[in-house]
Nanobody, 120 residues
Framework: QLQACGGGLVQVGGSLRLSCAVS?????????MGWFRQAPGKERVFVAR????????YYADSVKGRFTISRDNAKNTVYLQMNSLKPEDTAVYYC??????????????WGQGTQVTVSS
């Protein structure tokens, strides 16, 4: 089970940190994890992913240099630090687990989503 939290309303240029806590199975089972987002009326798109050890990360071009994905395997949690937020970052953010790449269908497990709204 994946539980995402940390969303909210923030002004342009602000920051938020999303968390995704994993339970039910060994954290190692979930292996690589990622964040996706879905804006109203749009498809769910890739944001960032991280491998099991945290040594390899990958970002969508739209968030590169502003967002940072990390994980604390001792706490069974993955984070998404979001800085310099823009109105176009407004979306429901989902954490995903046990997958590869940037395609949502590649991931087996999903959290419930957390709303991020950036006001201008």
């Amino acid at each position: 089970q994946l539980q995402a939290c940390g969303g909210g309303l923030v002004q342009v240029g602000g920051s938020l940190r999303l968390s995704c806590a994993v339970s039910g199975r060994s954290f190692r089972y979930y292996a690589s994890m990622g964040w996706f987002r879905q804006a109203p009326g749009k498809e769910r798109v890739f944001v960032a992913r991280i491998n099991w050890s945290g040594s390899d990360t990958y970002y969508a071009d739209s968030v590169k240099g502003r967002f940072t994905i990390s994980r604390d395997n001792a706490k069974n949690t993955v984070y998404l630090q979001m800085n310099s937020l823009k109105p176009e970052d407004t979306a429901v953010y989902y954490c995903a687990a046990r997958g590869t790449g940037t395609v949502s269908s590649n991931y087996d497990y999903w959290g419930q989503g957390t709303q991020v709204t950036v006001s201008s």
